[in-house]
């Protein structure tokens, strides 16, 4: 089955810097991408979402690029803020299994400091 | 509030008791999932209907847990001889249709003591 892995687990900025989340994924064939953004005692948002068929979307200071052959994607925040302070998961769907079931990443405890 | 919703928000019960979660998806999803996510992980899928059929069951789902979507609308888990292992935040998720994108609930936080 899929597997998907997240680095940094955690990662530290400087408010205003640039934030980068990486994740690799294990089954070719998953064509799906979402990325959620989880803030303490709170349910997972989704935040943005990649196909396979794109190779980079943006969304404001948010951004997501896909790598199909290197089988890798990635978030990209700018300018970032206190309050994009939160674990950020990164998600894979195999479209040929049944019901679309998400796998996701371990996660990446975001701290950004003011 | 037009979101999932999920109740109750926390429980903590005794190891063997057995404990229910209800999960109300958003209104004409007619996708729903269950997760589980332990502290410092991803969520994990446990199960998954659609309509009220239950099509797809993890391994992680043993035979002390039930999922039932009896109307197509909401949907109940029940775990039956709790066991301390089974603390966790357990996560429910609508989808509309064939639609990936899936939308969360907050959650239950159940704690075996």
């Known amino acids: 089955g899929e597997n998907v892995e997240q680095h940094p687990s955690t990662l530290s900025v400087q408010e205003g810097d640039s934030a980068v989340i990486k994740c690799t994924y294990s089954?070719?064939?998953?064509?799906?991408f979402p990325w959620y953004k989880q803030e303490l005692g709170k349910r997972p948002q989704l935040i943005i979402d990649i196909r396979s068929n794109v190779g980079e979307k943006k969304d404001q200071r948010i951004a997501v690029t896909l790598n199909k052959t290197a089988k890798h994607f990635s978030l990209h925040i700018t300018e970032t803020q206190p309050e994009d302070s939160a674990v950020y998961f990164c998600?894979?769907?195999?479209?040929?299994?049944?019901?679309?079931?998400?796998?996701f990443g371990a996660g990446t405890i975001l701290r950004v400091k003011s | 509030d037009t979101g999932v919703s999920q109740n109750p928000r926390h429980k903590i019960t005794k190891r063997g008791q057995n404990v229910t979660f209800r999960c109300d998806p958003i209104s004409e999803h007619n996708r729903l999932y269950w997760y589980r996510q332990t502290l410092g992980q991803g969520p994990e899928f446990l199960t998954y209907?659609?309509?009220?059929?239950?099509?797809?069951k993890s391994r992680l789902l043993s035979d002390r847990f039930s999922a039932e979507r009896p109307k197509g609308s909401f949907s109940t888990l029940e775990i039956q001889r709790t066991e301390q292992g089974d603390s966790a935040m357990y996560l429910c998720?609508?989808?509309?249709?064939?639609?990936?994108?899936?939308?969360f609930g907050p959650g239950t936080r159940l704690t075996v003591t």
């Open positions: 209907f659609q309509n009220e059929a239950q099509l797809e």
């Open positions: 998600a894979a769907v195999h479209s040929l299994e049944y019901g679309n079931k998400l796998v």
């Open positions: 998720a609508s989808s509309f249709r064939e639609r990936y994108e899936q939308y």
């Open positions: 089954d070719s064939a998953s064509n799906y």
